[in-house]
């Protein structure tokens, strides 16, 4: 599909284990955001990618999580020994990063449960 | 009507009424917003956006207005549907910064 493709759309795990959440964006977006969305909350930025330059962690909300963007395209944010506030929506988000006011465009999340 | 309590603020509309969902930005210094609906289990989907050189916005069935003396926003759907329940939410985005901000959002309900 032309949307932001994110897998898998659920996840099941014990506390502790380590995930690894995966994000497709929009062909041509060269931004990409990664959100957490706990129930009822609004959207808690994390981590911001631009081309090639160094990312935006500022939202990370500890030394647990991390991201990566291979290629200027797909990321992967991984979670080590998860924790049972870890439990939310992981959105990952697109947009056209050289222009600047332009529109996010998200896909589904992957809905995140630790046991 | 309107309420805000331990959850989402709600809106409950008839299938047919226009609906006026509010939001309040903090950031004086903003000047691009945009809105957001997002039903239960999936993303966020753009709806419309407005820049802060303009009052109102109007798309499909959709207007959004801006009023920066306030800081205030809202979004407007004329005749909403069934198929308009979801969660709206604002996003501001102050120039130079690519991190907008969102709020909460509000969950609007239309009955049939």
Redesign the interface.
């Known amino acids: 599909g032309a949307g932001?493709s994110?897998s898998p759309s659920n996840k099941v795990t014990e506390k502790g284990k380590d995930v690894e959440l995966r994000c497709d964006p929009i062909s041509g977006h060269t931004?990409l955001?990664w959100y957490r969305q706990s129930l009822?909350?609004?959207?808690e930025?994390l981590i911001?990618f631009?081309g090639n330059s160094a990312p935006?962690k500022s939202?990370l909300p500890s030394d647990r999580f991390s991201a990566e963007r291979t290629g200027g395209s797909v990321s992967t944010l991984t979670i080590q020994r998860t924790q049972q506030e870890d439990s939310a929506v992981y959105?990952c988000?697109s947009s056209f990063?050289d222009r600047?006011?332009q529109?996010?465009?998200?896909?589904?999340?992957t809905r995140l449960s630790i046991l | 009507g309107e309420s805000v309590g331990l959850h989402l603020p709600t809106l409950s509309v008839q299938e047919g009424d226009n609906s006026i969902i509010n939001c309040a930005y903090s950031n004086s210094a903003s000047d691009y917003f945009i809105w957001y609906k997002q039903e239960s289990g999936k993303g966020p989907q753009f709806i419309i956006d407005i820049r802060s050189n303009m009052d109102k916005r109007q798309g499909q069935r959709v207007t959004v207005l801006l009023n920066k003396t306030v800081k205030h926003l809202s979004l407007q759907i004329a005749a909403t549907q069934p198929g308009d329940s979801a969660v709206y939410f604002c996003a501001e985005l102050s120039g130079g910064s690519y991190i907008p901000t969102f709020g909460r959002g509000t969950s609007l309900i239309v009955h049939p």
């Open positions: 932001v994110q931004a955001y009822g909350q609004g959207l930025f911001y631009q935006d939202g959105l988000a990063g600047v006011l529109p996010q465009h998200f896909g589904d999340g």
